[in-house]
């Protein structure tokens, strides 16, 4: 049973949306994936890993920590659409789960907020149209203000994890691009952030089941 199978069901039986989303205190409802399983990143310049040593970007780390194959599937500047025209080419990979995250651009671009949601959601429905689990992360809104402080996710993440049935990793890159000592610029974490942000991902991954 894929993704939208299982979310389907736990909402069928009165479980909170929220409990299947963030995965807390609930049991694990995925299905291990092995050592050696590939696992595509896909995103911009916060997945490729801007702003610090390629090697020490997310994926990177992920792949440590997991043991999984991460490949980093994250350009510099893409925003939805950029990810949309790409999405053939990583179901080519046939890969076990993919990791999307992207969106920051559309903001900064002032792209329609509804031109976004509409890119991603065309880009999980590919994914899941080719038997392929998604997990969605959600990036911070980049508004002015927040360029000189806290930063918090974009609702739109929220919104179209639960219209799609997906999980949703959130609050990652908020807390990482809210703290000065993690981040290389205002928009774009260093090394450390980078480490940070994976671990947290890992431990999410983790609790919902794909990591032993």
């Known amino acids: 049973m894929k993704l939208r199978g299982r979310f389907l069901m736990l909402a069928g039986?009165?479980?909170?949306?929220?409990?299947?989303?963030?995965?807390?205190?609930?049991?694990?409802?995925?299905?291990?994936?092995p050592a050696g399983s590939t696992v595509v990143a896909l995103g911009d310049s916060l997945t490729y890993g801007y702003g610090a040593n390629p090697?020490?970007?997310?994926?990177?780390?992920?792949?440590?920590?997991?043991?999984?194959?991460?490949?980093?599937?994250g350009v510099n500047g893409d925003t939805s659409a950029d990810v949309l025209t790409r999405v053939n080419e990583i179901t080519e990979q046939n890969p076990d789960l993919v990791l999307l995250g992207v969106g920051g651009n559309?903001?900064?671009?002032?792209?329609?907020?509804?031109?976004?949601?509409?890119n991603i959601i065309a880009t999980i429905d590919t994914l899941q149209s080719n038997n392929i689990d998604v997990v969605l992360i959600a990036e911070p809104?980049?508004?002015?203000?927040a360029l000189f402080g806290k930063?918090?996710?974009?609702?739109?993440?929220?919104?179209?994890?639960?219209?799609?049935?997906i999980p949703l990793y959130s609050d990652?890159?908020?807390?990482?691009?809210?703290?000065?000592?993690?981040?290389?610029?205002?928009?774009?974490?260093?090394?450390?952030?980078?480490r940070q942000f994976a671990e947290g991902l890992h431990g999410y991954?983790?609790?919902?089941?794909?990591?032993?």
Do not use: M
């Open 106 to 118: 559309d903001v900064l671009q002032r792209i329609s907020p509804d031109t976004t949601r509409a």
């Open 172 to 194: 990652g890159w908020s807390t990482v691009l809210s703290d000065d000592a993690l981040k290389s610029d205002k928009i774009h974490a260093n090394a450390a952030g980078y």
């Open 205 to 212: 991954l983790k609790e919902e089941g794909w990591v032993h």
């Open 13 to 33: 039986i009165g479980l909170s949306a929220t409990i299947s989303v963030t995965g807390c205190g609930s049991e694990p409802t995925q299905t291990a994936l």
């Open 55 to 73: 090697k020490t970007a997310y994926p990177t780390v992920l792949a440590e920590l997991s043991k999984w194959n991460v490949v980093n599937a």
């Open 151 to 165: 930063v918090s996710d974009n609702p739109l993440y929220e919104d179209i994890a639960e219209t799609e049935g």
């Open 141 to 145: 809104y980049f508004s002015t203000s």
